[in-house]
């Protein structure tokens, strides 16, 4: 007898990364020279990740200046409390794909923000250290937010570089 296990979706997407990490090849992997690593230049299936995708510590901050940023934590709620970027949104990795198939009333009333247009250049995902979020710019690209983008460094690199 067959029986279907119904899981958060929270629960789901942690899944799909460890098995991600565990089936990756070596050639995925990490030594100890810095400039041998390719992890933040791939997606999880192995397509090559423009770097126009990609939003550094500093253009990150250029756009928080200018108020020309739609920033979104995927992160899960619980860690949010030891700190996040200022103005973002969260919106956990396990709910990205339902949040961006709402429609734009729904998300607002949800969300608190309006919802990024599928060729909005100020869409930018992040997470703790650029994994979560470079997995929610893939569903978002998936679901054709072209322009979406993600800070690779995540929350890690921001607070090593933000002034206390």
Same mark, same amino acid.
């Given at each position: ?91 956990? &990795?396990?709910?990205? $794909?339902? +949040?961006?198939? @709402?429609?734009?009333?729904?998300? #607002?009333?949800?969300? *608190? ?20 979020? &470079?997995?929610?710019? $893939?569903? +978002?690209?998936? @679901?054709?937010?072209?322009?979406? #983008?993600?800070?690779? *460094? ?11």
């Amino acid at each position: 007898m067959n029986r279907v296990v119904h899981l958060s979706s929270s629960v789901c997407a942690l899944a799909a990364l460890l098995l991600l990490s565990v089936s990756a090849d070596s050639s995925d992997q990490c030594d100890d020279a810095a400039d041998n690593c390719n992890k933040w230049t791939e997606t999880s299936h192995n397509r090559p990740l423009n770097t126009d995708d990609v939003v550094t510590y500093e253009q990150l901050k250029e756009m928080m200046s200018t108020g020309s940023v739609q920033l979104f934590d995927v992160r899960e709620p619980e860690e949010l409390e030891a700190g996040f970027i200022p103005g973002a949104t969260n919106i956990p &990795l396990g709910d990205v $794909e339902q +949040a961006l198939r @709402l429609n734009p009333h729904q998300f #607002r009333e949800s969300y *608190g923000v309006p919802k990024p247009g599928l060729e909005d250049p100020d869409f930018v995902l992040y997470c703790q250290r650029g994994v979560r979020s &470079l997995t929610a710019l $893939e569903t +978002a690209k998936d @679901l054709g937010y072209n322009k979406a #983008r993600h800070y690779a *460094g995540g929350y890690n690199e921001w607070i090593q570089l933000e002034p206390q």
